[in-house]
């Protein structure tokens, strides 16, 4: 198994910035992938960027990319999820998730992923 848990998020003004954290425990000697996830009221969820562990190609939804950066700090079992230049729309809650064997071609899948956070709630103020 796989335990992960989100921390950081809180309130942000447009054009500011945050950083979340995803902490694994668990299984973490072996190759898996970390993905997160946002989802607003009465919509869907949906998956914003991936990266994976422990060799870190790192994937990124076309709404998003310039403006999120997933990263890792192997040591630490943590990966990170920066989010700059803040829109109103960037307004969720943002999951991390995990499961073994790879990201490309279902990181953005939530029924890829057995391991769920919390959650992290993101608001960013107009």
């Known amino acids: 198994q796989i335990h992960v848990a989100e921390s950081g998020g809180g309130t942000g003004q447009v054009g500011g910035s945050l950083r979340l954290s995803c902490v694994a425990s668990?299984?973490?000697?072996?190759?898996?992938?970390i993905s997160w996830f946002r989802q607003a009221p009465g919509k869907e969820r949906e998956a914003v960027a991936a990266i994976l562990n422990p060799s870190g190609p790192t994937y990124y939804a076309d709404s998003v990319k310039g403006r999120l950066t997933i990263s890792q700090d192997n040591a630490k079992n943590t990966v990170y999820l920066q989010l700059n230049s803040l829109t109103p729309e960037d307004t969720a809650m943002y999951y991390c998730a995990a499961r073994f064997f790879g990201c490309d071609g279902w990181w953005t899948d939530v029924r890829y992923f057995i391991y769920w956070g919390q959650g992290a709630q993101v608001t960013v103020s107009s």
């Open positions: 668990g299984s973490t000697n072996s190759g898996y992938c």
